[in-house]
């Protein structure tokens, strides 16, 4: 004969580490249980009730649930010496929620079950306080009604409060017996006239009907919506279960007492017992905000012998868990119980803390300290972020581009951006429709970049992010009018100088100034990392395209470069013009002359990062995007050309109007003065501008491409222009003889980008031999370097054996290769159809965020594996934007790469995420 479900298990016997059946609070009552702290008795039933509950089209309970809840209440009686239902000594329990994941406030909670007009005299005469019968009776009906039975909380308050002001009470406290029994006779109405019914008055009825509450508030919005913020899966947590347990009373007088309390402080991670309490009391009374509590620290004042209890209970939960511990308690009549434990939430400076000192003080190992810190809440500790103290509505929301908080006036084009951010140094945010190469000392002045298109690979959202700066992108709901310098969003709007605050880590834009709390490297975290990198296989190393960028990343513990994008070196305003010419040129000769103006600004360039870098490896991807990128709009160019054409026109005719000055009376003050006016307007000046933005249209349009980001760009610009490649080659390598020379240990890469054949790589692969053999001459140096490509092409990763006879290193251009692999195009995808597709469960994550392991991650274990037969020693990593993501490392690691390459900022988060992919796999 089949044995029976076992849907139900008392506290004594139920395994407290089985998290997933019994829910977290369940288990962890079962286990408090066992290692004997003073837990009222009770039992739980699982959360594979729940399911089967849920699954039930009439929504009725598992055959044997409620069996199996008389037994379990039958055997509560027999160790309280109470009777459920009994009039004369009345046993009350609370109902509570518990999933295998903590969701605070996500579930509901039901006290003092078991209460009727019959045991609540009973248990006034039992206490022999009328005042605490009638305040446990209306606080059950009131927490019954609302969570089992759907009455609006407003409905109880109206009655509470009408009753509160006529008997002229302040406080919930000031109230009388007469008074909380008039209040439980109007809330008893209250339930009737609600749902045509009268309040049930049998005890079982009452429990029956509370666990299919509970069971039900798991499918409930706030729970749903909870699971989906927080990503939680069904394989992390799936039902809840239901706590039964014995009521204890915080409310039974001034020896009694509730409080919530942490093991240490949650805000700071200081070692201090941290939480609060309040005197005659019950639990919901803490959470709610009806009375102030007070602080732990003073239970030693009012009960000194409770506070004893209570930091020897703080003891032992740490010296079992090894873990900071969230937990409840009452004290009933004297005697100290405790109601729950769970791990404690911190914040990101806290948790790093904690770790650290937990290790110092023999509780934890340093791989439990690392692996209890989630690695994207360090970004807590790296970015400024808004004060969650701060309470506001945002206006809009686009795309969290770049993590990080700021706060500043709007402004609408980046020269206005520099000159009152950079010469004034007022607050500024940048605000553009979309962002172009050309806005770079825009973006060097502003606090943050606000764009209403574009998607997290957009120029403004690569840029912020290696900046550091917070950016939000693709913001749709924002129509920018950069000619009125003014934004509109809905049916409000904001105008150039107005305070704006962007939230990057969320995405969220708001009108007016925020407050901001500024990050902090700690010792403590510096000393997690350290721990992080002894753990960790994975090298961690930085996309850094300044020098300022490269010392940010040492700083954040990066040991290398591994994507300078040298296009970067070419946006600044200076350069700019150079780079034009370069584009522009119409013979070979034109353009090696602009060549030749780069190259030493490129050098200076590749010197800087070479010496912030020494002795790690500094990786310089040759030219990649398509040229027509660094030349203006072919639109803003039409626009351009029209406004010279009138402007021609008026200097025509101010100098015909010259040339009759001396044919008029003119005063000889007004002709001088006309005469400079003339000199500032020259017609040849005009016309020269003219045929330099016709120049410029025609390349615009001769350089047109159906799509570019597939087209002339990368190596296949690089060997259709050569000089281009060769000039890049030659900075890399000069700069690199002159750092042997002043005596430095360096180590230039170069790295070429969109390769899908060998045969490209030996072309280029030529250049560089050629140009290395010439500056070693020409120095009399011997210059290190390593040739490699990204791997961004589907083709490259099925001809890995073949590149890798030329290519010393493998760099996976992700951004690029998600793209190849989906057919996507990522602003596309992002600003349309991906947010769709993620929530329609079609795809489950967003591929250009989290690496798609299924598809690109098959195509780069293909790579390594026959890269790696051709060459085995091959330097294989990672240098798009999944090299910061953590589950996207994991991956990596698990791959066999050598290394990750991130934005600087994100180096601790890749730091700490590879130790954690370490310590996982080591543990298979």
């Known amino acids: 004969m089949t044995e029976p479900t076992k849907w139900v298990f008392a506290f004594e016997e139920g395994d407290g580490k089985n998290k997933k059946l019994l829910g977290g609070k369940g288990a962890n009552l079962c286990e408090m249980t066992q290692i004997g702290l003073n837990v009222p ?12 509950y849920l699954d039930m089209p009439d929504r009725t309970l598992p055959p044997g649930v409620m069996d199996q809840v008389r037994d379990q209440m039958a055997a509560l009686e027999r160790k309280t010496g109470k009777g459920f239902g009994d009039p004369d000594k009345p046993l009350l329990v609370s109902v509570r929620s518990g999933s295998a994941m903590s969701m605070p406030g996500m579930m509901d909670t039901i006290l003092n079950l078991g209460l009727n007009a019959d045991t609540l005299q009973g248990e006034i005469k039992a206490t022999g306080d009328p005042r ?36 002229h009470a302040k406080q919930d406290v000031d109230l009388s017996a007469n008074d909380l029994k008039e209040i439980s006779e109007r809330f008893l109405k209250v339930v009737e006239e609600h749902t045509g019914k009268p309040f049930p008055s049998d005890p079982m009825q009452q429990l029956e009907i509370a666990v299919k509450a509970v069971f039900n508030s798991w499918m409930g919005k706030r729970a749903v919506d909870y699971r989906n913020q927080f990503h939680i899966t069904p394989e992390m947590a799936n039902g809840t279960a239901v706590n039964v347990c014995t009521m204890v009373f915080g409310n039974r007088g001034d020896d009694s007492a509730t409080g919530v309390g942490f093991t240490r402080n949650p805000g700071t991670g200081e070692n201090e017992l941290y939480g609060e309490y309040l005197i005659n009391a019950q639990g919901e009374d803490v959470v709610a905000g009806i009375r102030t509590p007070k602080p732990l620290a003073r239970l030693t004042v009012e009960m000194p012998e409770m506070a004893r209890q209570l930091a020897e209970l703080r003891e032992k939960l740490e010296t079992h868990y090894h873990e900071v511990q969230d937990f409840e308690f009452t004290i009933e009549r004297g005697v100290l119980y405790c109601l729950q434990t769970r791990n404690g939430k911190m914040n990101a400076a806290a948790m790093v803390r904690t770790s650290v000192e937990m290790v110092n003080e023999g509780l934890i190992s340093k791989e439990q300290a690392l692996q209890r810190v989630d690695p994207i809440s360090l970004e807590q500790m790296l970015f400024p972020r808004l004060d969650p103290s701060a309470k506001s509505e945002p206006v809009a929301e686009g795309l969290p581009a770049s993590p990080g908080a700021a706060a500043g006036i709007a402004v609408f084009d980046a020269d206005r951006a520099e000159q009152l951010g950079k010469d004034l140094g ?7 429709e979309e962002t172009k190469p050309e806005d770079i000392h825009g973006f060097f002045a502003a606090k943050g970049i606000l764009t209403s298109r574009g998607g997290k690979t957009s120029h403004a959202a690569v840029v912020a992010r290696g900046m550091g700066k917070p950016c939000v992108a693709g913001a749709e709901g924002i129509s920018v009018d950069v000619t009125r310098r003014e934004a509109m969003v809905g049916g409000t709007s904001f105008k150039e100088g107005d305070l704006i605050t962007l939230d990057g880590s969320n995405g969220y834009v708001y009108i007016g100034a925020i407050p901001t709390m500024d990050p902090e490297f700690t010792a403590e975290l510096s000393t997690l990392l350290e721990w992080a990198d002894e753990a960790a296989r994975l090298e961690v190393l930085a996309n850094a395209d300044t020098p300022d960028d490269a010392r940010l990343a040492r700083k954040y513990g990066a040991t290398g470069i591994g994507l300078a994008r040298t296009e970067r070196m070419f946006n600044a305003v200076e350069r700019l013009p150079i780079v034009i010419e370069m584009i522009v040129a119409e013979t070979p000769e034109q353009r090696q002359a602009a060549l030749d103006e780069l190259l030493p600004l490129q050098r200076k360039d590749f010197r800087e990062l070479f010496e912030v870098m020494a002795p790690h490896p500094v990786t310089i991807r040759l030219l990649d995007p398509p040229i027509h990128e660094f030349l203006p709009d072919e639109h803003q160019l039409e626009r351009d050309l029209a406004d010279l054409k009138v402007l021609a026109q008026s200097t025509r005719g101010m100098t015909a109007l010259a040339g009759t000055m001396g044919l008029l009376h003119t005063p000889e003050n007004e002709r001088i003065a006309f005469d400079d006016l003339r000199h500032v307007m020259d017609p040849m000046m005009v016309e020269e501008a003219i045929a330099k933005k016709e120049t410029m249209l025609r390349k615009v349009r001769a350089l047109h491409e159906t799509n570019p980001m597939l087209g002339h760009r990368g190596v296949r610009l690089g060997i259709s222009f050569p000089e281009i490649y060769k000039m890049q080659i030659r900075a890399i390598l000069e700069a690199g003889a002159e750092c042997v020379a002043a005596g430095m240990d360096v180590h230039p890469q170069i790295k070429v980008p969109q390769v899908c054949t060998k045969q490209e790589l030996l072309r280029v692969k030529s250049y560089v031999d ?46 690029d290769l998600t793209q190849a692999v989906f057919s996507f195009s990522r602003e596309d995808a992002e600003n349309k159809f991906l947010p769709l597709y993620n929530r329609s469960h079609i795809l489950q994550d967003n591929p250009f965020e989290v690496l798609d392991v299924k598809g690109a991650g098959k195509l780069m274990k293909l790579a390594v594996e026959w890269g790696r037969s051709t060459r085995p020693d091959i330097h294989v990593g990672i240098c798009g934007e999944h090299g910061g993501h953590p589950a996207s490392i994991s991956f990596c690691d698990e791959a066999g790469l050598d290394y990750v390459s991130c934005s600087g900022p994100r180096v601790p988060v890749a730091r700490l995420a590879a130790a954690h992919a370490a310590l996982a796999h080591k543990a298979v």
């Open 132 to 167: 605490f019968g009638y305040d446990s009776y209306r606080r059950f009906i009131q927490l019954f009604g609302k969570v089992a039975l759907g009455v609006p909380d407003e409905l109880f308050d109206r009655e509470f409060e009408e009753v509160k002001e006529h008997a």
């Open 426 to 432: 007022q607050d500024v945010i940048l605000v553009r």
């Open 770 to 815: 050629e140009i290395h053999a010439e500056v070693e001459a020409a120095t009399g140096r011997k210059v290190p370097f390593k040739f490699g490509t990204m791997i961004e092409v589907v083709r490259a990763c099925m001809r890995a054996e073949s590149l890798a006879e030329e290519a010393e290193f493998f760099s996976f251009g992700t951004n």
């Open 41 to 52: 008795p009770g039992f739980v039933i699982t959360t594979e009730a729940c399911l089967a």
